[in-house]
């Protein structure tokens, strides 16, 4: 297992897990695909509608817009509805190997999307976590996307409603706030977390020259942290 500490192994996590041992690992730690088709990889369904990607031609004719914006959140079809529970289903595929990993009063944090965290908190507590809490990461700034309603009847040449509707926006909120999800790996039913702090080490640090190791480690990293991506 040496050869992997420090290291960022470039594999697939879900398959790649499997190289650790049962109750290895203090902390999972992962922003993980929110399933809302921002990129390929965030395509978690078998659905494969092309206009979800932004792929159909009257998206590609709109423009990159699309691309961004994929499919309206109630879908275009039966199929799309199920969008949210293979999400939940594809959270099951990894949540049990986390689980084997972990050590027992470990913590799994990870960084969800707004719209589908609750399934990720379920499939996560139908494979054996407890959900301890959550917090918010808040942002500087959220894309903002109400669609001009009017502009629709245009295009269709539906004077009469593109009067009627001419102002109106499809609502839209623009929340700057990340869900950050906590679980924790249950620790023997009958002992406390004192008797698993002996068990596991999981829980506190109180050793000075291990928290300056890991001190160390946090300054040395080159790119400040939650700075990524979604900055
Ligand atoms: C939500 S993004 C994380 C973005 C990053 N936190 C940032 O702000 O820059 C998810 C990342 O997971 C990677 N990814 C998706 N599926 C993966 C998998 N099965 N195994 C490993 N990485 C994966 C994607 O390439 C993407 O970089």
Redesign the pocket.
Known sequence: MEEYINKIINT???SGISILPDNYVHLILS????GIGVED?DVLHDNTNSAYMGTSPAQIKAGAVFKKRGKPINGWSEADREIPKQYYEWCLTWAKEWLRVIKPGGSVII?AGRRFSHRCITALEDSGFSFKDMFAWNRQAAPHRAQRVSAVYERRGDLENLEKWEGWRLGNLRPTFEPVLWFTKPYKIGTTIADNILLHGVGFEISQDYVAVAQHRLDSLVMPLFQ???K
């Open positions: 697939d996590s879900i922003d993980i695909p929110y990889w960084f990524g991506l979604n």
